[in-house]
């Protein structure tokens, strides 16, 4: 099996950080919120996909829990290997007629075309490298001249450690240094 397929199959299924939440409330202090990512090979869901295409198209739902704030954020990434080996984060957007809440691994009704598809203009792409099947990566973006969005993941083991911090003009406004720590739980 080669390193892409490896780590796709780390990569994708479903994640909580319930254990993460029950130690910080043990300790008397919740930090994070209560978080989960279902993440799926969606390649199926993309017509016009080039013969031979080597990279896989990976929906990530990502929601977000904290007292009565709750958030969706789905996500659309490729991933590739390099000319390195080294797996890519390419992060696209999501196609405009499609909702947040319709973009869904279950949604069997989701349909995108290849040819539609655009690349993210603030993204940097995320390198992640791999040393005894843990993988690590980092991406500073700048969305804009005071904006930056600094995303830090390790995944090994069926865990994910997932960093995002949004600083503008230098102070964090969201996020968490310490990171998100995700377990797989199917």
Known sequence: MNKLKMFINELCGTFTNEEQIKQ???SGKQVHPKAKYINGICNEKITNLPDNFEGYFVIEESYY???NFKNILPHLFLFTLNENNDVVLTSYEIPNNISK?????DNENLI????EL???SKFTPMVYKEENGVYEGKSV???????EFTLKEKIEDGKMYVSEVFRKNGKIT???IDPIIYQKIS
Not at 101 to 105: A, K, L, M, Q
Not at 112 to 115: F, G, H, I, R, S
């Open 24 to 26: 910080e409330l043990e």
């Open 141 to 147: 973006s700048h969305f804009n001249d005071v904006t």
């Open 101 to 105: 809440e319709e973009f869904r691994n």
């Open 174 to 176: 969201f996020g968490f």
């Open 112 to 115: 995108m075309d290849y040819n």
């Open 65 to 67: 829990e904290q007292g």
């Open 118 to 120: 655009i690349v993210s």
